[in-house]
């Protein structure tokens, strides 16, 4: 490993055989050093989840100049904590998660393990970027994904290296041809209405599926990243670890009095 490359330390929340971390792997090798630490199985969903009651088992998948893959039994935001301690040779300059299969805009990043994990990179001081594409084909073509991503990655390199910035971004599901550039956005105030769907087992028990409706309560507003993803952007949201509302505190605090 080159101490004049950056160094990178990638994950996803699919899991390390998924299509999405292959790809995103491949572009970052053109960037620095490249160390993955990814999901022995798919973690969606567990946000930024850590292991608190089981033991993580950690296996090298391969090694060779300039890459270098694990696997880990643990979620996501695991998998950066682990990768900082105990795999990469200093701090990685750079933590990117992805490429997500399906969006994770709007109120998605609160569940999303590949944000989890961008955001863990960004508690411990690390520029991070989450990266997902509008798509849950297992075979999905990640190729305008990919080109553009360099864009983001090129930027955070030059402008945000020893700053914890946090990067939300999702891609529209399109060709090149269709693709409108990148929008700098901020999140939709969208969220999902659960339900549960429930079903009988062929013995007659009862069991549930998760489902539920997205409804968007900023559509048509031209600033959000549900707006430009419908519309062939990119979508870029800085995203922030502290979640104070500020701009209650002071109503809150006299009404407590």
């Not at 520029?127 to 990655?153: E, M, Y």
Request: aromatic share 8%.
């Amino acid at each position: 490993m080159s101490e004049n490359k950056p160094l990178i330390l990638i994950t996803n929340d699919d899991g390390y055989s998924a299509k999405g971390i292959a790809e995103l792997t491949k572009m970052a090798t053109l960037f620095g050093d490249v160390y993955v630490v990814a999901p022995a199985v798919g973690m969606s969903g567990m946000s930024q989840a850590i292991s608190l009651s089981n033991p993580l088992r950690s296996e090298l998948l391969s090694s060779q100049p300039g890459l270098v893959i694990h696997k880990l039994t643990g979620t996501p935001a695991d998998c950066i904590k682990f990768g900082i301690d105990k795999i990469t040779p200093r701090k990685p300059d750079v933590v990117l998660s992805g490429i997500n299969h399906g969006s994770n805009a709007t109120a998605n990043v609160f569940y999303s393990g590949t944000m989890g994990a961008a955001l863990e990179g960004a508690m411990n001081g690390i520029p991070s970027i989450g990266v997902s594409l509008c798509s849950f084909d297992a075979d999905a073509d990640f190729s305008v994904v990919t080109k553009h991503t360099q864009t983001i990655l090129n930027c955070v390199i030059k402008n945000y290296l020893g700053k914890p910035i946090c990067l939300n971004v999702n891609f529209p599901d399109v060709k090149e041809q269709d693709f409108k550039g990148i929008k700098v956005c901020r999140q939709a105030n969208g969220y999902w209405h659960g339900a549960f769907d429930e079903r009988l087992t062929p013995y007659q028990q009862k069991y549930y599926w998760l489902t539920g409706n997205f409804v968007n309560h900023d559509e048509g507003q031209t600033d959000t990243d549900e707006w430009a993803l419908q519309n062939g952007f990119a979508s870029v949201v800085p995203t922030i670890i502290n979640i104070t509302a500020f701009d209650q505190m002071a109503e809150l605090s006299n009404n407590l009095k």
